[in-house]
């Protein structure tokens, strides 16, 4: 009698030949389009960012999956999929438009299982959810979760406060910026609900708070709610 030890459908080459792909048809996305199209100066509208981001997804969605026993596989395909389009279909297209592109690359590269493929696809295209997460099935949860959290913490202030150089504000507007990375932060960890997501959140507005009150302390005249 031994231990059942299911084989990864993804090896560690195969994935990072995913990613490249992913990277690279990001920055495709931003070459193709007309100038003056998209405001790809701004922080998180750019290839590089996207990209940034959806590996911090990858990151998150791998140690939620871990702890709550989920298709690790699977969560991290997806997120690595999931804003593949981002840059180049609307808000409301991008997730189905990545399905698509997903299913098309699994289906013409290695040999994947078609149950694998159909999961990936499906969480990529649903990644967009907005209501409870305790109806989503496993691995579609760790993903919106993962990518609820991406924003939330000391990653959201640092990329809000480089808006805010953007967008030619002071210094003294900091604490209410980073008070609304916290408010965003709060609203995500209401919406999570396993465990190992929530006490990401939980570590990562402890953060933002630390932040918002060192900056009140050290800076007369910035309060974030005044
Ligand atoms: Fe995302």
């Known amino acids: 009698m031994g231990v059942e030890i299911k084989e990864s459908p993804v ?5 990072d ?3 490249a792909f992913v990277r690279d048809y990001l920055e ?3 070459e193709n ?3 003056g199209g998209r405001m790809r100066w701004y922080p998180w509208h750019s290839a590089e960012y996207r990209f940034t981001h959806i590996l911090n997804v990858v990151d998150i969605g791998e140690r939620i999956a871990e702890r709550t026993g989920a298709d690790v596989d699977v969560v991290r395909v997806a997120a690595l999929f999931h804003d593949i389009a981002k840059l180049e279909a609307d808000q409301e297209t991008h997730a189905e438009e990545g399905a698509r592109i997903a299913r098309k690359y699994l289906e013409t590269h ?3 299982p078609p149950s694998f493929v159909d999961q990936v696809t499906e969480a990529v295209a649903r990644h967009s959810y907005q209501d409870d997460l305790e109806d989503l099935p496993l691995e579609i949860r760790c993903l919106v979760e993962a990518d609820l959290l991406d924003k939330a913490g000391a990653n959201g202030a640092a990329l809000m406060l480089l808006r805010m150089g953007y967008e030619a504000r002071t210094h003294v507007d900091a604490a209410e910026m980073v008070d609304r990375v916290l408010e965003r932060g709060e609203d995500a960890a209401a919406r999570v609900e396993s465990d190992a997501a929530e006490s990401i959140a939980h570590r990562r507005l402890k953060r933002v708070r630390w932040l918002k009150e060192w900056l009140e302390e050290e800076v007369p005249g910035m309060d974030a709610r005044s």
């Open 33 to 35: 389009e007309d100038d």
């Open 110 to 112: 290695g040999d994947f």
């Open 28 to 30: 495709a996305s931003v």
């Open 11 to 15: 090896g560690d080459a195969e994935f």
């Open 17 to 19: 030949e995913m990613a």
